[in-house]
């Protein structure tokens, strides 16, 4: 069964750093080869998009996170990362990564979904 296990989340204070961990297990493709992202959901409001990457390497990010928020991805340890710094109050909000097959980081089929981390920022 394919599991997308995130980790790293906890609370901090505002101007904080967080690294998001989303480590998969029984993937059925090439770590290498996929497409992933990261997204969060608060509480009365939609998920968002936060980063994402493409199997080519190409990276983008949600303009609330732009210049706080590196995405990347350990392809030896099928495992993805987000690194926040400058943390914000309003970054407060469950995380979720997210994979798929093969795809670029504006379209990608995100098949399999991990089980959140929470985040919470105090100001």
């Known amino acids: 069964q394919v599991q997308l296990v995130e980790s790293g989340g906890g609370s901090v204070q505002a101007g904080g750093s967080l690294t998001l961990s989303c480590a998969a297990s029984a993937y059925p493709y090439t770590w290498s080869s996929g497409c992933m992202g990261w997204f969060r959901q608060a509480p009365g409001k939609e998920r968002e998009r936060v980063a994402s990457i493409g199997s080519d390497g190409s990276t983008d990010y949600a303009e609330s996170v732009k210049g706080r928020a590196t995405i990347s991805k350990d392809n030896a340890k099928n495992t993805l990362y987000l690194q926040m710094n400058s943390l914000k109050p309003e970054d407060t909000a469950m995380y979720y990564c997210?994979?798929?097959?093969?795809?670029?980081?504006?379209?990608?089929?995100?098949?399999?979904w991990g089980q959140g981390t929470q985040v919470t920022v105090s100001s």
């Open positions: 997210a994979a798929g097959r093969r795809g670029s980081w504006y379209v990608c089929p995100y098949n399999y």
